[in-house]
C-alpha cells in the first residue's frame, strides 16, 4: 500500500496514476473538503484526462482520509512556499507532513518527497525529524527525494512519459522507490543521491526562469528599437544552435517564480543572473500594463473598465490562478485608482476578480479593447470573435495587422 500526503495538483494524479497501475493507493490530504469531495468520487480540479483516470483509478484499490495509514511507503506532495522576506524555502508544510506519518510508518518503511525543496532542505530540516523518532523509537525510516517535474495542463501525458530522478542514500532504497514508479512511468529513471536530486529540480526550473527572462528583456529592447521581438526570434531561432523562448506578460504558478528564489535565498553573493531574471520576470505585469495606458491613450478609450483582460489563470487551458500575471496586473492597477479592467476566464467558473465576468460574449460586449494574456484554445480557435475591438496579444497567437503586440 502507497500512502500519498497531500492530494493537490502533484499528489492527486500522481495517487490516481498509481492506483491505475495497480497498486494499492491511500490518498491523504488535511483539507477535509478535499477528501469529502474525491470520496464522493468528484474532482477537486480540471486538468486534461483527469476525468478519465480519475474513473479508471477509482475502479481499482483508492482510498481518501484526511489521516496517514500504516504503510510502508509514503509519498509527501506537500506544497513549498518560500518566505516573502528571506526568499528561503518554507519547509514547515513537509516537515509537519513527515512528522504525521512517523507514527504510522513500519518498520524498513520509506518516505519520499516529492515536493520542491531548495538543495539541502532534506539534511537540515527533515533528516534530523526522522532520526531523532527513529533513535527514540528503535525504528528504520528511509528518506528519499523524487522530485516531479510534470506541467499542469499536460500533467497525464507528462506523468506517464517524463523521465523522473530518484536520489536516495543507498541502492536498496532507490530500486523499492523506482519499482513504484515503474508501474506507470515509461521514462528514463535517473538515480543519484539527495542533495543532487534536490539541485536537478531546483535548477531545472532557473533555467526556464533565467531563459524567459531573457526573452522578456529582448521584448523591451524591441519596443524601444520599433522593433517586432516575435520576428526578431523567428528568423534568430533559424540559426542551428538558438532557441529564444517567447516572451510573455509574467510567469505564475508555483515553481518558475517559487524555485529560483531558494537558490537566491541561500546563495544570495553567487546568484546574480538568477535574482536579476527573477526581477526582469516580475517586472512584466507593470511593462504590460503600461503598455495597456499607451494603447488606451492611442485609440481613445478614456473609461478602462471598456478594456477585459483575457485570461486569469497562469497558463493555458488549466483552472490554476497562482501567482498569475492577470491577478499582478490587477493588483498593480488597484494602485491607479482606475475603474477596475474587466476580466473573463473560460476555464475559472469562480468570482475572485471584482470586474469579472463569465460568459464570453458578455464579456466581448462589455469591452473595446481586449488584452490577451493567456493563448486558451477557447480564443486561439475562435479569433474572430475579437474582429470589432482594439487587440493587445501578449502571447502573439492572434492573427493580424492591426494586433498590438508585446
Ligand atoms: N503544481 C505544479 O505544477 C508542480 C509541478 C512540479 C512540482 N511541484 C511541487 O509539488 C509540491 C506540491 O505542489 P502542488 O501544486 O501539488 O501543491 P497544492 O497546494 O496543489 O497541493 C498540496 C496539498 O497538500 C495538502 N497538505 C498540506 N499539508 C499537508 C499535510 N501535513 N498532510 C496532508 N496534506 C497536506 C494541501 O491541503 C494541498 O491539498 C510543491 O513542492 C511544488 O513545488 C508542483
Not at 518503511?109 to 526522522?130: C, L, Q
Request: proline residues 5%.
Amino acid at each position: 500500500m502507497i500512502n500519498v500526503i497531500g492530494l493537490g495538483y502533484i499528489g492527486l494524479p500522481t495517487a490516481l496514476m498509481l492506483a491505475k497501475a495497480g497498486n494499492k493507493v491511500y490518498g491523504t490530504d488535511i483539507k477535509e473538503s478535499t477528501v469529502k469531495k474525491l470520496q464522493e468520487r468528484k474532482l477537486t480540479f480540471e486538468e486534461k484526462g483527469m476525468d478519465e483516470l480519475f474513473k479508471e483509478a477509482l475502479d481499482k484499490d483508492i482510498h481518501f482520509g484526511v489521516k496517514p495509514i500504516e504503510t510502508d511507503m509514503y509519498i509527501i506532495t506537500a506544497p513549498t512556499p518560500y518566505d516573502k522576506y528571506t526568499k528561503k524555502l518554507d519547509c514547515s508544510y513537509v516537515v509537519k507532513a513527515v512528522e504525521s506519518v512517523l507514527d504510522y510508518a513500519l518498520e524498513d518503511s520509506i518516505i519520499v518527497v516529492e515536493s520542491t525543496v531548495s538543495p539541502g532542505a532534506i539534511d537540515k530540516y527533515i533528516r534530523p525529524v526522522v532520526e531523532s523518532y527513529c533513535s527514540e523509537n528503535k525504528k528504520t525510516i528511509h528518506l528519499c527525494h523524487a522530485p516531479e517535474r510534470i506541467i499542469p495542463g499536460n500533467m497525464v501525458y507528462e506523468l506517464i512519459n517524463n523521465s523522473r530522478t530518484i536520489g536516495a542514500d543507498n541502492e536498496k532504497v532507490a530500486k523499492k522507490v523506482s519499482d513504484v514508479y515503474k508501474t506507470f512511468c515509461k521514462g528514463e529513471i535517473n538515480f543519484t543521491n539527495i542533495p543532487t536530486a534536490e539541485m536537478t529540480k531546483v535548477i531545472e526550473n532557473t533555467f526556464r526562469d533565467v531563459n524567459i527572462a531573457f526573452a522578456n528583456e529582448l521584448a523591451k529592447i524591441c519596443k524601444q528599437g520599433g522593433l517586432d521581438v516575435n520576428e526578431v526570434i523567428r528568423i534568430a531561432n533559424k540559426h542551428p544552435r538558438v532557441n529564444i523562448l517567447k516572451p510573455g506578460p509574467g510567469i505564475g504558478g508555483h515553481c518558475i517564480p517559487v524555485d529560483p528564489w531558494f537558490l537566491v535565498g541561500d546563495y544570495p553573493l553567487t546568484t546574480e543572473l538568477i535574482y536579476k531574471a527573477r526581477q526582469i520576470n516580475d517586472s512584466m505585469p507593470n511593462f504590460v500594463l503600461n503598455e495597456v495606458y499607451e494603447i488606451m491613450q492611442k485609440e481613445g478609450i478614456k473609461d478602462s473598465s471598456r478594456v477585459g483582460l483575457y485570461g486569469l489563470t497562469y497558463k493555458e487551458n488549466i483552472d490554476d490562478i497562482r501567482e498569475s500575471p492577470t491577478l499582478q496586473i490587477l493588483e498593480l492597477q488597484k494602485r491607479h485608482l482606475g475603474n477596475p479592467l474587466k476580466t473573463y476566464d473560460p476555464w475559472v467558473k469562480e468570482k475572485i476578480t471584482e470586474n469579472q465576468v463569465f460568459d464570453i460574449h458578455e464579456f466581448l460586449d462589455s469591452v473595446d479593447m481586449v488584452v490577451v494574456l493567456v493563448a486558451h484554445d477557447e480564443i486561439v480557435k475562435h479569433q474572430e470573435l475579437l474582429k470589432d475591438k482594439v487587440v493587445y496579444d501578449t502571447r502573439n497567437v492572434i492573427e493580424g495587422d492591426k494586433v498590438y503586440r508585446l
